[in-house]
């Protein structure tokens, strides 16, 4: 079965009203130390309005603060210019930049993990969530975040996100503080193969997928791979390619 078939093969409640998609962003972290890639997952709360019980990557909405953050570096030109494809509003460099600081500040709100690197100065911020980070005495990179995939959730769901997926290592886990926001009630490294034995949503076993083509011998993500950009149209989901050039 094609990915864009399993995705249309979900039952899917539609008797919520419609709404426009929010800006989100999710974090894929591989840690490839043994040879093979685990990636990290979490389940969500049974609480939770969006996708309860399942297991996803870490990730969640951009705030305004995600667009007023310094980070210590630049996402590579080419990320970049994926990320500008089809943005929905005025599409700008700060926006693309903020979806890979929200997907880095979510990541360390559900889970504890800080990534970026060790600085001797933090710098300031009004958002708690930044400056809780920053106590810690790190800075967030983006020029080792890889944009892997997007997907815009189908409407009349409880929320609609337009999320971008960002690729890193966990050699750029600079360490864990706390167990996160509760958000998240287990979490788990897992092999590509283990993954499929865990109540996944639809849209991360699908990511999950992508990423297996993504990665390359050595466990770095290919360049010369288009990312995959899922939406729906006319009740179907749809996939489409955004080029690397």
């Known amino acids: 079965m094609d990915r864009t078939a399993q995705l249309n093969a979900v039952k899917r409640n539609l008797d919520n009203p419609n709404m426009r998609p929010k800006d989100a962003a999710s974090l894929l972290i591989v840690d490839g130390s043994d040879g093979t890639p685990r990636v990290l997952i979490g389940r969500r709360h049974a609480k939770q309005k969006f996708v309860p019980n399942k297991y996803v990557f870490p990730g969640g909405r951009v705030e305004q603060a995600d667009s007023r953050i310094a980070p210590d570096d630049e996402l590579a030109g080419s990320e970049m210019a994926k990320l500008l494809h089809d943005m929905k509003g005025k599409a700008s460099p700060v926006r693309a930049r903020a979806l890979a600081l929200a997907a ?137 390619l955004i080029s690397h050039s």
């Open 104 to 240: 880095i500040r979510e990541t360390f709100e559900e889970t504890g993990l800080l990534i970026g690197k060790q600085a001797s100065v933090a710098p300031a911020s009004r958002s708690e969530a930044w400056r809780t980070f920053f106590e810690h005495g790190v800075v967030p990179q983006l020029s080792n975040l890889t944009f892997i995939a997007r997907a815009i959730t189908p409407p009349r769901r409880p929320r609609r996100y337009d999320t971008r997926f960002f690729l890193v290592s966990a050699e750029q886990v600079v360490r864990r503080v706390g167990e996160g926001d509760g958000e998240f009630t287990e979490l788990h490294w897992v092999t590509f193969e283990e993954a499929r034995l865990y109540d996944l949503h639809a849209m991360t076993r699908t990511i999950l997928d992508d990423l297996a083509e993504r990665l390359d011998s050595s466990l770095k993500p290919r360049n010369d791979v288009p990312v995959p950009y899922y939406f729906s149209r006319n009740g179907l989901f749809l996939r489409e």
